[in-house]
């Protein structure tokens, strides 16, 4: 058997691994799942009419706000996700399952492979869930093209293959499952941060450059010219760069973490 395919069985059997502990122990996902819904809900419903009269010059109504939140909440489902992966990570490190692993005859890289995927792939699954409910409420994309539509996907996948590294970064670091969750809480925090609730321009001028080139926003402008068909202009290569930045950094610290740490 090759390296190559050693690594890619060995890879997708790590994947189904981290797939089956989600299912045994859905309750890490659910809350984290919940949470983008019950913001959707809260931001439509309660503040609704509040906030879309900030929004379009103020002549926007609920529908024009539901369009404008839907892409802020998909991206912040993504920012929750990765810290369960954080969570995992350091589950699996403390409780010796890893140096188990290391004694075995397979492919070194494949823990940390299993971790990630199967990260991103709970992530596109939560926003599936959540774009269903916003689809219920209200939610339409009536202008954007197959080609579009297949760019946001890619878009999202990317988005949470790069916070998912960082995530199993932070899970390595933490020396116990409550250290990595609280370091993975400003994956959490930024979407807060960004263009998701309301436009950049709607900020005070001092919080206007933090807000506007932290990862998130490029990421959720960028959704929303796919989807919506607003002006992407620079955001698109922007939120590209921190996503392939993110990744590489993500993976280089989380390789190096692994490789070294005794337990």
């Not at 792939?121 to 954007?144: E, K, P």
């Not at 992407?232 to 760069?241: Q, Y």
């Amino acid at each position: 058997m090759s390296s190559l395919s050693h690594a890619v069985r060995d890879s997708s059997t790590m994947v189904r691994r981290n797939l089956l502990h989600a299912l045994r122990y859905p309750s890490l996902t659910l809350n984290l799942l919940l949470t983008p819904v019950v913001l959707l809900l809260l931001f439509v419903y309660v503040l609704g009419d509040v906030m879309s009269a900030g929004i379009g010059g103020g002549g926007a109504d609920r529908s024009d706000y539901i369009a404008y939140l839907v892409p802020g909440i998909l991206l912040m489902t993504i920012g929750g996700t990765p810290a369960g992966t954080a969570v995992s990570v350091s589950m699996d490190m403390n409780e010796g399952i890893i140096a188990r692993f290391r004694t075995m005859a397979i492919h070194r890289g494949s823990v940390l492979v299993g971790h990630v995927v199967g990260s991103v792939l709970q992530s596109i699954a939560s926003v599936v869930v959540v774009g269903a409910v916003a689809v219920a409420i209200g939610f339409r994309s009536t202008d954007a093209t197959a080609l579009e539509w297949l760019a946001a996907f890619g878009l999202l996948a990317l988005v949470a293959l790069a916070f998912t590294w960082i995530a199993v970064g932070m899970g390595l670091a933490g020396p116990n499952p409550e250290a990595a969750s609280n370091n993975a809480l400003p994956l959490m925090v930024l979407p807060l941060l960004s263009s998701a609730f309301v436009p950049v321009d709607a900020m005070p001028g001092w919080f206007q450059p933090i807000a506007e080139y932290q990862p998130f926003t490029p990421a959720i402008e960028t959704l929303r010219g796919l989807l919506l068909g607003t002006e992407i202009g620079h955001n698109g290569w922007l939120a590209v760069a921190w996503c392939i930045g993110l990744t590489v950094l993500g993976s280089y610290w989380s390789t190096a973490l692994f490789n070294r740490d005794p337990r």
